[in-house]
């Protein structure tokens, strides 16, 4: 008989099950001294000048040294992360894949942008920016869900974002890595949800041989434009 949480693991969507599995490996290989950080953030010099590419990808899998803050992180995104490939990206893997591309890709591009004009301070690990773009797009998909903070107040999923961004600010934590994930889960959002209904168009396409590779072969019906 499978324990609860092998059941719960077992039962995960492949797209939150992976990044899951991929976060947990990284952060334990880092506490058992196996990799260090220094190997895992994201260097631009060392990216285009040494080839180290594997940056590209390892700096959105670390989020922290195992211990609270990481916990507090990993229960975000897995949370909501699920909750997304649950349902309105149900049946899509493809396109919740895409998603995250889409996101891991600008947060990238708008890091450079700061790291060449010192507009902002380096961020070297985009992984709380990506984390905090999923939970974004799942609030701004929930808008009548109701949630609660620390038993203290009550308020609708849209403003979880905010919230989580002035608690923060409370705790004296740089607000830099939420805003991030805000800006980007609302480019996001407005391309996928809003751009649709407002010109019956989609600027954002899934390549097909992603759906090819983890969808399989399907006729290729256009998805609705969002009510």
Same mark, same amino acid.
Request: include cysteine; aromatic fraction near 20%; proline fraction near 6%.
């Given at each position: 008989?499978?324990? +609860?949480?092998?059941?719960?693991?077992?039962? $995960? +969507?492949? #797209?939150?099950?992976?990044? $899951?599995?991929?976060?947990?490996?990284?952060?334990?290989?880092?506490?058992?001294?196996?990799?260090?950080?220094?190997? *895992?953030?994201?260097?631009? +010099?060392?990216?285009?000048?040494?080839?180290?590419? =594997?940056?590209?990808?390892?700096?959105?899998?670390?989020?922290?040294?195992?211990?609270?803050?990481?916990?507090?992180?990993?229960?975000f995104?897995?949370?909501?992360?699920?909750?997304?490939?649950?349902?309105?990206?149900?049946?899509?893997?493809?396109?919740?894949? !895409?998603? =995250?591309? !889409?996101? &891991?890709? /600008?947060?990238?591009? *708008?890091?450079?942008?700061?790291?060449?004009? &010192?507009?902002?301070?380096?961020?070297?690990? *985009?992984?709380?920016?990506?984390?905090?773009?999923?939970?974004?797009?799942?609030?701004?998909?929930?808008?009548?869900?109701?949630?609660?903070?620390? &038993?203290?107040?009550?308020?609708n999923?849209?403003?979880? +974002? =905010?919230? /989580?961004? &002035?608690?923060?600010l409370?705790?004296?934590?740089?607000? /830099?890595?939420?805003?991030?994930?805000?800006?980007?889960?609302? /480019?996001?959002? =407005?391309?996928?949800?809003?751009?649709?209904?407002v010109?019956?168009?989609?600027l954002?396409?899934?390549?097909?041989?992603?759906?090819? *590779?983890?969808?399989?072969?399907? #006729?290729?019906?256009?998805?609705?434009?969002? $009510?």
């Open positions: 008989m499978a324990q +609860p949480f092998e059941e719960w693991y077992k039962n $995960m +969507p492949i #797209v939150t099950k992976t990044y $899951m599995t991929a976060c947990v490996v990284t952060s334990i290989a880092v506490y058992l001294d196996i990799v260090s950080t220094l190997d *895992l953030y994201l260097n631009f +010099p060392l990216i285009f000048y040494k080839y180290q590419f =594997w940056r590209l990808i390892t700096n959105f899998l670390f989020f922290d040294y195992i211990g609270i803050n990481f916990l507090f992180h990993m229960y995104i897995v949370r909501h992360s699920k909750l997304l490939e649950e349902s309105s990206f149900r049946g899509r893997t493809a396109d919740f894949t !895409f998603m =995250w591309i !889409f996101g &891991g890709t /600008i947060l990238t591009v *708008l890091n450079y942008i700061f790291y060449y004009t &010192g507009i902002v301070n380096k961020v070297l690990f *985009l992984a709380p920016s990506l984390a905090f773009m999923i939970v974004y797009v799942w609030s701004r998909r929930n808008p009548s869900v109701r949630m609660s903070f620390l &038993g203290l107040f009550t308020f999923a849209p403003y979880l +974002p =905010w919230v /989580i961004l &002035g608690f923060g409370l705790l004296g934590q740089s607000p /830099i890595f939420d805003a991030l994930g805000i800006v980007v889960g609302h /480019i996001y959002y =407005w391309l996928e949800d809003i751009y649709p209904r010109s019956n168009r989609r954002l396409h899934t390549p097909y041989i992603l759906k090819l *590779l983890m969808d399989g072969p399907q #006729v290729d019906i256009p998805r609705p434009v969002p $009510m």
